[in-house]
Nanobody, 121 residues
Framework: VQLVESGGGSVQAGGSLRLSCVSSGFMYKPFCMGWFRQAPGKEREAVAAIDLDGTTNYGEFVLGRFAISKDNAKSTLYLQMNNLNVEDTAMYYC????????????????WGQGIQVTVSS
């Protein structure tokens, strides 16, 4: 199983980025896929997740700024991030699993290497 993130980088506050995660090697489609992030000195937290039916859930801090989506034909998960602020600076991880709760980090057992997102003021 492999999850490969792309699309990170540096952006000024108020800007946008779109993260992508290409998955491969799964014997079957995982029930949930999600984006998580971890800033230095902080715990990993859930950003957004989506299940096989397309149900989505977002971390409270998202406040309508981000949108998670997927393209099953391309085995790709996306995270569109708009109106970024300095507090969004973190390493962002793509994850997959047969989760019971969409935003429960412990329910995900497949993780990408992560990609850095840096937002400057």
């Amino acid at each position: 199983v492999q999850l490969v993130e792309s699309g990170g980088g540096s952006v000024q506050a108020g800007g946008s980025l779109r993260l992508s995660c290409v998955s491969s090697g799964f014997m079957y489609k995982p029930f949930c896929m999600g984006w998580f992030r971890q800033a230095p000195g902080k715990e990993r937290e859930a950003v957004a997740a989506i299940d096989l039916d397309g149900t989505t859930n977002y971390g409270e801090f998202v406040l309508g700024r981000f949108a998670i989506s997927k393209d099953n034909a391309k085995s790709t998960l996306y995270l569109q991030m708009n109106n970024l602020n300095v507090e969004d600076t973190a390493m962002y991880y793509c994850a997959a699993g047969d989760c019971y709760t969409l935003l429960a980090t412990s329910d995900y057992n497949n993780w990408g290497q992560g990609i850095q997102v840096t937002v400057s003021s």
